[in-house]
């Protein structure tokens, strides 16, 4: 899901909508079954199923991060340049500090995905772990 890097309110809404398997992550994980019931459940499809969606929402989030921080370092840069030639204008210099704001808010999405994503799978592998292994 490629979101827009222009509507700064639609981007931050789309990253909460794209978080939903995170938060949503306990609720699935209940649905495994405990020890009495766990011929009922395939826990090993359920785990194995929970943990490629994980990575497809981690790996869509961090990639529309990183691709909206390069395009706000670009703007960034160009108007570095347009307020070191007319140093005097206010809207440019306006411009400027509103996409260093932006640059700054972007850069700690980053942090939030990677807390988001070590809290997320804490949770699946403390559930999962006795079904599903990574990189099997």
Request: charged content about 30%; proline content about 1%; overall charge positive.
């Amino acid at each position: 899901m490629a979101v827009s890097c222009f509507d700064f309110l639609g981007f931050q809404e789309a990253l909460k909508k794209m978080r939903d398997v995170d938060d949503k992550i306990i609720y699935a994980l209940n649905a495994l079954p405990t020890e009495s019931f766990k011929g009922q459940v395939n826990s090993e499809s359920t785990c194995r199923d929970l943990y490629t969606k994980l990575q497809q929402s981690h790996l869509a989030r961090q990639t529309n991060i990183r691709n909206c921080i390069t395009l706000s370092a670009a703007t960034l840069k160009k108007l570095r340049e347009q307020r070191e030639a007319q140093p005097d204008d206010v809207d440019t210099d306006s411009k400027f500090k509103a996409e260093q704001r932006k640059l700054r808010v972007l850069q700690a999405e980053l942090n939030v995905e990677d807390i988001i994503k070590e809290r997320s799978y804490k949770a699946f592998n403390e559930r999962c772990r006795n079904y599903f292994h990574a990189g099997e």
